[in-house]
């Protein structure tokens, strides 16, 4: 029984969060990164023009650099990620999209952003398919995971 932190971060606070988790709990970690980097200008959501406004309401994957290696031994699957509409960005769906998720527990842990918690566990559900659970917490530390996951 394995657990893999597998994250998003476009400006570091999601990856501080990660990297604290996945020491603290002796967990494997995966960085997911778009194939093409975001810059500062990308995610300024109050930009209609924006990338990430044109991937959001586009509906559009995002390439995902790397793969996970040997992901069908985890059973559990911590997936963070700054909160964007109140789900998570696309190149975290695209990543999930990637797997096999038969069987497997996932905790979304999403840091703060422009937008609450909303439906996101609702909403990984189709990119998270056959995941034996999925569950969604709006957090600022890998202490407030930790406890939330009961891990």
Not at 26 to 52: H, M, Q
């Amino acid at each position: 029984m394995k657990t893999l932190v597998a994250f998003f971060s476009a400006e570091g606070t999601t990856a501080k969060i990660a990297g604290d988790l996945a020491a603290s709990i002796g967990a494997d970690i995966f960085e997911i990164k778009p194939l093409i980097p975001y810059t500062k200008k990308d995610i300024t959501w109050t930009n209609p023009v924006s990338r990430c406004n044109r991937e959001k309401f586009g509906k559009k994957d995002v390439p995902v650099s790397g793969k996970v290696e040997g992901f069908a031994d985890y059973n559990t699957v911590l997936l963070g990620f700054p909160i964007w509409y109140a789900c998570a960005p696309n190149v975290v769906n695209t990543f999930c999209k990637a797997y096999d998720w038969t069987g497997k527990k996932v905790l979304a842990f999403a840091t703060s952003g422009g937008s609450g918690i909303g439906k996101t566990a609702e909403k990984l559900r189709p990119y998270t398919k056959g995941a034996a659970s999925v569950d969604a917490k709006l957090v600022s530390s890998a202490a407030e995971v930790i406890r939330w996951a009961k891990l």
